[in-house]
């Protein structure tokens, strides 16, 4: 089980970087940051893990696999209702998840939001601002998320930090709910795949937040 929670962790925050590099690119963050930052993340919380576990003897019974791939058809149109069928279901989500917060924002509700969220904002030194982007590329993942920040940056509501941190941030955790389930599938650690990767994203952008990077990057964008 400990080894599963350790490749798990590596597979939640260095997949699908190539996709996901030029989406936080897209929003101002160089790629070669992306990289650094998610596969360096990637191989020191896992190595973190790897060492805690050791330490304390956890997960060293066996992992229980809890999904068995079905076989796969050679049929094309099988395979074209399968994605279909996946499309329409993360549609659903996103739609869901959009109706909920302008459900908020219409009942006057999203101040509550901002105050629950302030904290955690304010440590990874992100404004109020990015409060949805952040939310929502948690939850349904990097691409969504990146996608309304970049939107909010073409309409002049997204500050030069929130749009580099942000991206930061949702690159070390992202998708939470989807990706975070599938692993569970592999018998990983929940407390390991989630817990100790959204403390270590947060302590991880909190420390970058306070670094005279981001104040020289935003002097050198607001010059030009």
Same mark, same amino acid.
């Given at each position: 089980?400990?080894?599963? %929670?350790?490749?798990?962790?590596?597979?939640?925050?260095?997949?699908?970087?190539?996709?996901?590099?030029?989406?936080?690119?897209?929003?101002?963050?160089?790629?070669?940051?992306?990289?650094?930052?998610?596969? *360096?993340?990637?191989?020191?919380?896992?190595?973190?893990? $790897?060492?805690? #576990?050791?330490?304390?003897?956890?997960?060293?019974?066996?992992?229980?696999?809890?999904?068995?791939?079905?076989?796969?058809?050679?049929?094309?149109?099988?395979?074209?209702?399968?994605?279909?069928? %996946?499309?329409?279901?993360?549609?659903?989500?996103?739609?869901?998840?959009?109706?909920?917060?302008?459900?908020?924002?219409?009942?006057?509700?999203?101040?509550?939001? $901002?105050?629950?969220? *302030?904290?955690?904002?304010?440590?990874?030194?992100?404004?109020?601002?990015?409060?949805?982007? %952040?939310?929502?590329?948690?939850?349904?993942?990097?691409? #969504?998320?990146?996608?309304?920040?970049?939107?909010?940056?073409?309409?002049?509501?997204?500050?030069?930090?929130?749009?580099?941190?942000?991206?930061?941030?949702?690159?070390?955790? $992202?998708?939470?709910?989807?990706?975070?389930?599938?692993?569970?599938?592999?018998?990983?650690?929940?407390? *390991?795949?989630?817990?100790?990767?959204?403390?270590?994203?947060?302590?991880?952008?909190?420390?970058?937040?306070?670094?005279?990077?981001?104040? $020289?990057?935003?002097?050198?964008?607001?010059?030009?």
């Amino acid at each position: 089980m400990a080894e599963m %929670t350790v490749l798990g962790t590596l597979l939640l925050i260095g997949h699908s970087l190539p996709v996901e590099g030029v989406v936080a690119k897209r929003a101002g963050v160089p790629w070669w940051i992306t990289l650094s930052l998610r596969v *360096a993340g990637a191989l020191v919380l896992a190595a973190i893990i $790897h060492q805690v #576990y050791s330490v304390f003897g956890w997960g060293q019974e066996m992992a229980t696999i809890s999904w068995r791939p079905e076989a796969a058809s050679d049929q094309w149109q099988v395979w074209m209702l399968a994605q279909g069928k %996946t499309l329409l279901a993360i549609l659903a989500v996103i739609t869901a998840l959009m109706l909920l917060l302008e459900l908020i924002k219409r009942l006057g509700l999203e101040g509550v939001l $901002h105050w629950l969220l *302030a904290p955690l904002l304010t440590t990874l030194g992100i404004g109020r601002a990015a409060t949805n982007v %952040t939310v929502i590329g948690a939850t349904l993942g990097l691409s #969504y998320g990146a996608g309304l920040l970049i939107r909010d940056l073409d309409r002049g509501v997204m500050s030069i930090r929130d749009s580099f941190l942000v991206p930061c941030f949702l690159g070390l955790c $992202h998708s939470v709910i989807e990706d975070t389930l599938l692993i569970l599938l592999l018998d990983a650690d929940l407390w *390991a795949i989630l817990g100790a990767r959204l403390i270590f994203a947060v302590g991880v952008i909190a420390l970058l937040a306070r670094t005279p990077f981001i104040q $020289h990057l935003e002097q050198t964008k607001t010059s030009h």
